[in-house]
């Protein structure tokens, strides 16, 4: 798998020094951990960023993650939270996140403490160097169970042989972006959102930071295996049309076959005389071809399937809930800022 290359640093961009720094954590159920994570991320921004934010999202928790979140805001202002109506998933809730965020630079992590706060210094000097994306990139997967770890595998080689857009190996959701990279993010209209994709097909600067994930620090994983493998036909599906190409090459390739295949008993017909039709052949032609066929039909199906939500044009999410912010950034409904 190709390697994603730092880009060079010009020695003409002035330092940047951010006046807010944000960041964003989508939670689902984290009311164990919401705490931990809060007394492990301000030490780290205080002298880093005296104005910063806290942007929690609760994306429909079904315990008192909200209500901890509130608590939180009410002793330190700079926690903001959003609570959404209900389970939009992780993409939604980072989306609305990354809207919200005032920051120059904008904070992605997750609310378990696997991703380490201790970064952030390094992500921010990355940033102050004139980097727009920095992207922190896991050295080994050994948190993860060994079917996890192969569907992943398996996944980022496929992903990288039929799309255009590279991810960095390794590289997962606990990045830092400039404020027009979150604003470039914000600005797309595509409701099926695909976020690893979608922050490589942006582009500007980028460069990886390696560090070691951490074991969660309490619940447990809301990724099943199922969940993943979906997640994973929808990020190839939103970056790559090639599902649906390969049928033609198919079809092509097996009408020349059966053409050759017809020359050939018109040959051997003519030479040989007529040989008894052979019935199981007949069986496994017609057979595998109506298997194929419902495949591309499938396939076809689950494209005009995100067509159709993306024609509905509803919103990404809905927020019930908000507290922290001003009211007039306090809404949101995650339909295109402009
Ligand atoms: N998360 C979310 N909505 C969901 C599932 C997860 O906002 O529907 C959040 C979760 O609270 C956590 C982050 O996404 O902050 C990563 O989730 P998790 O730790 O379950 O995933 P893993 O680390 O196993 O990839
Ligand atoms: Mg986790």
Redesign the pocket.
């Known amino acids: 798998m190709r390697q994603a290359q730092p880009t060079p640093q010009s020695e003409t961009l002035p330092p940047r020094q951010p006046a807010l720094l944000s960041v964003v954590v989508p939670c689902y159920n984290e009311s164990d951990g919401l705490r931990a994570l809060l007394a492990a991320l301000t030490p780290v921004l205080e002298p880093l960023a005296p104005r910063h934010e806290i942007i929690l999202v609760d994306d429909g928790s079904r315990d008192n993650t909200f209500d901890i979140a509130q608590e939180l805001s009410r002793s330190d202002p700079r926690v903001k939270a959003l609570r959404f109506a209900r389970n939009f998933g992780k993409e939604a809730a980072m989306a609305a996140g990354l809207a919200h965020a005032q920051g120059d630079a904008v904070v992605l992590m ?1 609310a ?1 403490l ?1 991703h380490p706060p201790a970064l952030i210094p390094e992500m921010v000097a990355c940033w102050t160097a004139g980097t727009d994306m920095v992207i922190a990139v896991r050295r080994r997967r050994d948190t993860d169970s060994w079917l996890r770890r192969l569907v992943s595998r398996a996944f980022y080689h496929l992903f990288d042989a039929v799309s255009e857009v590279r991810i960095p190996p390794g590289a997962g959701d606990f990045r830092l972006f400039d404020r027009k990279v979150a604003q470039a993010i914000v600005s797309l209209p595509e409701r099926n959102r695909f976020m690893k994709g979608i922050t490589s097909w942006v582009g500007f600067r980028q460069e990886c930071l390696p560090f070691d994930v951490a074991d ?1 620090a309490s619940g447990r ?1 809301s990724w099943s295996l199922l969940k993943l493998l979906r997640y994973a036909w929808d990020g190839i599906t939103s970056f790559s049309t090639l599902p649906l190409r390969v049928w033609s090459v198919l079809g092509v390739t097996i009408a020349g076959l059966s053409a050759l295949y017809g020359l050939w008993l018109v040959i051997s017909t003519t030479v040989f005389g007529i040989d008894v039709p052979g019935y199981a052949s007949l069986m496994v032609s017609t057979l595998f071809l109506g298997g194929v066929q419902l495949i591309s039909l499938g396939v076809l199906g689950e494209y005009v399937g995100r067509i159709f939500l993306e024609v509905k044009m509803r919103p990404m999410y809905l927020v019930a809930d908000s507290v922290g912010f001003d009211d007039a950034d306090a809404s949101g409904t995650g339909r295109k800022r402009r």
């Open positions: 997750d378990d696997q969660r994983s």
